[in-house]
Each structure stands twice: as structure tokens, then as C-alpha cells.
């Protein structure tokens, strides 16, 4: 969640009678016969937008809503390991549950029978229009989502329009919801953006360092033995010679041993501010007894989960652009429009990577498997590693096949970071609690260029190359051509 937009006005639930704030300068405005939004009128900070020859203001309203009016449905059937809980979590608080993972992640717990609240203050689509990029798929707004989902399945899930670095936003969706889990996807997850340009990195930071710290301090106030499932990076790790094990790892020295974080190496502003996440998570642990899960995930690719594909409306982006689009997912679309495979530099980058499909089957064995109170637990998310020559390799004899002539170029790297490395990480933990891993298929593959050849026609070539870079960032912020 960005700090870009912030709240002080009303947090409205369909299904209560309390309101929290009153604000006397008030609107309404009315949706449909299920969603009712109430909108304050004060005005909030301003929200700097660059042009292309002058820097434009304008000022957005947040505030929570819900799409809540009926009964809901038995809670999910997982269950906790601690002897001291006696049923799941029945309500999960998903952050960020309108971007990429967050969404997958949202229908998938609500099909498995939670209770499942949103809280997002939609800055994601916000950078699109900044940037001048947009999905390859085209995505319905968050309200239709949320309706459609209903429709179709019965399951509501209630939505929070507002910004987690605002506290007292926050707060009030924390005591309204009184959530059992916690999953923090809400983020500015992308190391280009945090390295266009001063303001960008200070945002990153500031946006997902605050966040964090809020949701523990929420946490400790209101819902003490809520579960926090937050999600992590494997770049936090960087590219070690040695195994990377899953966030702790023996060490003996001078004759002593301990049992240590495993070493961090961030390699861009954006992996830094997972660091101090970590970090910070990991005192409050301690401190004041939170439980914790952090989950630190690969590379996810993919488009389709059982719960998207069910209607058009409930279609998850897909980022193809050197900005937010990961490398799987942009060589399929770069393959769909007959350019080039764009691998950085000697392409022996090596990562894990996983289906986006395992990335909510991950969070929900997460939740259903709880941290023990006080317990700072780390999972390594991923089920495959490939090199980025590997995967150029994968796509081009899937692109063959379906009659497409892939070509792959070595493009100078924008990043600062190792071509050539060793990379072992484990990543058993997760296999151990029952994930059934969706190892990368020709079937797969098939399936990502077919969505990419489908969509060609939405496909912006000039977002394809990289045009952010790790040493040329500097203090003047950076605009967009159009």
C-alpha cells in the first residue's frame, strides 16, 4: 500500500451501524443494491502527478468500504499447530489485495471458505497511468471484481479503500474486521521503479518500511494474536557462494556456534526495504510476542488460478514492461509480438521462480500452519530454479512450436548484480506442510503464449526495453514521454 494516497474520511460497513469517522461535509454515492460507497469530501494530501512539461497536483479521496450484507459462509478447514488454538483462522485480512499476487491470493482464500476483507489503496493502477504502461490482460475495476466474484460464487468479500502508512485508516479497518491472519502483499514491489529516481526509491522505502511497522503496531494493539503472513523477497538473500538456507543458518566461529539470520545482500532500494522489513519483524517477534511467517518468494509467473478463470471480470494483470513485469511473463509477450528475447547481459542470473498458482497455495498452508506466538518463521517460496538463458531457451522451443519465430538479444544490464554466480537455495518447509508444487510445463508455457498472441494488440513495444538503471539514477525525477 502506497503512501501516495491517504485517508481521514469515513469508514463505512454495510453490515454494522457504527461509523467511526463523521466528517459534516459528506457525500454518497450509490453503486448498486449491494455496495454503497460514502465518500468525504475533506481535502487530503496532494498527490503529485509529472507531465510531460509541467508537474500537475491533484487530490485523491480514500475510504473504506464494504461489500458485506449477508451472512457468510463456513470459515476454511485448516488447522493450527499450537495446542492453545482451537479452530482456524476464520477471517484473513489480505493487503494489497488488488495487485497481482494479492488478488490470486484473495478469490483463493474466499473460495476455500474465509472470511476475506481487502484493504488496497489502488496505487498500483496509479503508476500505470504515471508510467504510461498497462497490463497486457485488460482488468476490471477493484468494485466490479469484488461483485462479479460474488455473483458467481455467493462468498463476499469486503473491501477497504485507504492507505495502511495512514494509521488511523488503519486502525479502524483493524478493529472493525478483527482479523485472525494477516496477509501483507501491500507493497511497492518492484526494484526498477525503486531506482528511476530519488523520489521513487524514498517512496519505496518510506511507503513499505511505515506500512510494515504500522500493520505490527496494529497487530499489537488490536488483535494481538493475529498471525502476520508477510510477503518477503528471495532477493533479500542476493547471490551467495555458499546454499542459501531458509532465513537462518549455523555458523561456528573461534569454537563458539550460533544460529543466525542468514546474511542479507539487497541489491536495489527496493530489496533493502524487505531487509529492514525483516528486521523489524523479527524484533517485534521478540519483543511483544507476534507471530510471524515470512514468506520469501521467487519469481512468480503465470496469469491463470482456478478462481480467475472463472469469469473475465475476475482476470489478474499480467506486467510485461521493464518496469513491473518479470522475466518469464515479458518473454512470452516479447515472443507473442516477434521481438527480440531481451536477456540482460551474460543471462547466468539464476533465480527460483514458481507458479502463481503455488504462490496462494503457499499462503493458505502458511495460514493454516501458524506461527507459534513470538515465533519469527521463514519459508523460502519458490519450486524451481532457472538461469535466464534457461528460461530464453524454454520459451523459444515452446514459441516454435507454436509456429513463432523467438529470437533472443543480450542487452547491456541495467542493473548491478552477478552474470555469472552460484545459486543453491532450499526451499523445503513449504513442501513439508503438503505444497503440491506447478512445476513450469510445455503445457504451461503454451498456455502464457496463447494469453500473449490473444492480447498482442494491447502490447506498448516501447515498454519493452529496460530504461531504468542502477548507476544513472539521480536526484531529478524522472518523466515519461508520451
Known amino acids: 500500500m502506497a503512501r501516495l494516497l491517504s485517508t481521514s474520511c469515513p469508514l463505512d460497513i454495510a453490515s454494522s451501524s457504527r461509523s467511526y469517522y463523521k466528517p459534516s461535509n459528506q457525500g454518497s454515492i450509490s453503486l ?37 450484507q449477508e451472512a457468510k459462509t463456513e470459515p476454511g478447514t485448516g488447522s493450527y499447530r499450537s495446542s492453545s488454538e482451537a479452530s482456524t483462522p476464520k477471517k484473513v485480512m489480505v493487503i494489497g489485495g488488488d495487485g497481482y499476487c494479492g488478488w490470486a491470493t484473495s478469490l483463493h482464500l474466499s473460495n476455500k471458505n474465509y472470511e476475506v476483507a481487502i484493504v488496497d489503496n489502488l496505487v498500483r493502477r496509479l503508476f500505470d497511468h504515471q508510467l504510461g504502461l498497462d497490463s497486457l490482460t485488460p482488468i476490471s ?49 518492484s526494484a526498477p521503479y525503486s531506482m528511476i529516481d530519488r523520489s521513487r526509491a524514498i517512496f519505496t522505502q518510506q511507503n513499505n518500511v511505515i506500512g510494515t511497522l504500522n500493520v505490527l503496531f496494529a ?70 510476542g507476534i507471530r510471524a511467517t515470512d514468506l520469501n518468494q521467487g519469481v512468480v509467473y503465470g496469469l491463470r488460478t482456478d478462481e480467475t478463470a472463472m469469469h473475465e471480470e475476475l482476470c489478474n494483470r499480467l506486467d510485461y514492461d521493464a518496469v513491473f513485469g518479470t522475466a518469464l511473463n515479458r518473454f512470452c509477450v516479447q515472443a507473442a509480438v516477434d ?46 530454479q532457472f538461469s535466464v538463458n534457461q528460461l530464453a531457451t524454454l520459451v523459444t522451443k515452446a514459441g516454435e512450436k507454436l509456429g513463432l519465430q523467438v529470437r533472443t538479444i543480450s542487452v547491456p544490464n541495467p542493473r548491478v548484480e552477478a552474470e555469472e554466480h552460484y545459486y543453491n537455495a532450499k526451499h523445503t518447509k513449504l513442501v513439508e506442510l503438503g505444497l503440491k508444487p506447478h512445476l513450469l510445463s510445455d503445457s504451461l508455457l503454451d498456455s502464457l503464449l496463447n494469453f500473449a498472441v490473444q492480447y498482442k494488440d494491447r502490447v506498448d513495444t516501447k515498454q519493452i526495453m529496460p530504461s531504468v538503471s542502477w548507476r544513472k539514477i539521480g536526484v531529478k525525477p524522472k518523466t515519461v514521454s508520451a
Not at 54 to 67: G, P
Not at 159 to 166: A, E, H, R, S, T
Not at 375 to 382: A, I, W
Request: charged letters at 25%; hydrophobic letters at 30%.
Open 32 to 68: 448498486s443494491s449491494s455496495l454503497s460507497l460514502r465518500i468525504s469530501r475533506l481535502p487530503l494530501k496532494k498527490l503529485s502527478i509529472y507531465g510531460k512539461k509541467s508537474q500537475r497536483h491533484c487530490t485523491i479521496y480514500t475510504t473504506a468500504v464494504s461489500t458485506s
Open 141 to 189: 475495476s477493484i468494485h466490479n471484481r469484488i461483485r462479479r466474484w460474488r455473483s458467481l460464487t455467493g462468498k463476499d468479500i469486503q473491501l477497504y479503500v485507504g492507505d495502511i502508512c495512514d494509521f488511523e485508516f488503519l486502525s479502524e479497518a483493524f478493529k472493525s474486521f478483527e482479523p485472525d491472519a494477516v496477509v501483507h502483499f501491500g507493497e511497492q514491489r
Open 219 to 288: 497487530i499489537k494493539e488490536f488483535k494481538e494474536d493475529c498471525h502476520l503472513v508477510k510477503l518477503g523477497t528471495m532477493g533479500e538473500y542476493g547471490t551467495p557462494n555458499i546454499d542459501i538456507e531458509e532465513g537462518y543458518i549455523t555458523i561456528t566461529h573461534n569454537g563458539r556456534t550460533d544460529t543466525l539470520p542468514y546474511p542479507k545482500q539487497a541489491s536495489s532500494f527496493y530489496h533493502l526495504s524487505k531487509v529492514h522489513d525483516s528486521h523489524n519483524i523479527a524484533f517485534t517477534c521478540k519483543a511483544w
Open 339 to 384: 521481438h527480440p528475447l531481451t536477456v540482460y547481459g551474460k543471462g547466468g542470473q539464476t533465480r527460483g521462480y514458481l507458479d502463481i498458482r503455488d504462490t496462494v497455495q503457499c499462503v493458505e498452508l502458511a495460514i493454516a500452519n501458524p506461527a507459534q506466538q513470538g515465533e519469527f518463521r521463514v519459508f523460502n517460496q519458490f519450486t524451481e
